[in-house]
């Protein structure tokens, strides 16, 4: 396909979640890919200038495939900000951090009510991989949105966290099944 029509793929199939490709930065990408033999280039007349037409190459497909399958079998861990967010609670008034807190929870609704759309309407046509596609994400957010009530309702109701309570807490030491619990 020529770089105008991967730009509208890339647009239209959803993937600008994960990436910011714009016209610049996939010409570039197309140039790299190109130099590595992942993809081949050849020209095509058309009514103005030559335009280039683009083809992934067996080498390039082998790659796209070890990639997908390494997704796959072991997606990465899933972070997010707020996780480091919640670290610095104790130095931020607790007004705002509740706006904060709030105004992520209608960020995620908004976001899970588009991947609701999205689904609703790919299963009314038939399209069961777009469908599935759009469902995990949408289950995880469903899941985030659960916890962060829960997570809101808890900060609210409890006194300012300290930070105290981080420089109790190491990563590097294991569970300790001494350790006194707190019910």
């Not at 796209?64 to 919640?86: E, F, G, Q, V």
């Not at 930070?163 to 099944?177: G, I, M, Q, V």
Request: glycine content about 4%.
């Amino acid at each position: 396909m020529h770089g105008y029509d991967l730009q509208r793929v890339v647009h239209d199939r959803g993937f600008t979640f994960w990436t910011q490709l714009r016209r610049s930065s996939s010409y570039k990408a197309l140039h790299l890919l190109k130099r590595h033999g992942l993809i081949t280039v050849r020209t095509k007349p058309g009514d103005g200038p030559n335009r280039k037409v683009y083809s992934i190459t067996e080498q390039g497909l082998e790659q796209l495939r070890r990639h997908c399958l390494a997704k796959l079998a072991t997606p990465s861990h899933p972070r997010n900000d707020i996780d480091l967010a919640i670290y610095a609670l104790p130095f931020l008034p607790r007004v705002q951090a509740l706006a904060a807190l709030r105004q992520s929870r209608e960020h995620l609704q908004a976001r899970a009510e588009f991947l609701r759309e999205r689904l609703t309407w790919c299963r009314r046509r038939g399209l069961r991989m777009p469908a599935l596609s759009f469902e995990r994400p949408l289950v995880a957010l469903e899941a985030e949105i659960e916890w962060l009530n829960h997570f809101v309702a808890d900060y609210a109701a409890h006194p300012d966290p300290s930070t105290e309570e981080w420089n109790e807490y190491s990563y590097l030491e294991p569970p300790d099944a001494a350790s006194p619990l707190v019910e």
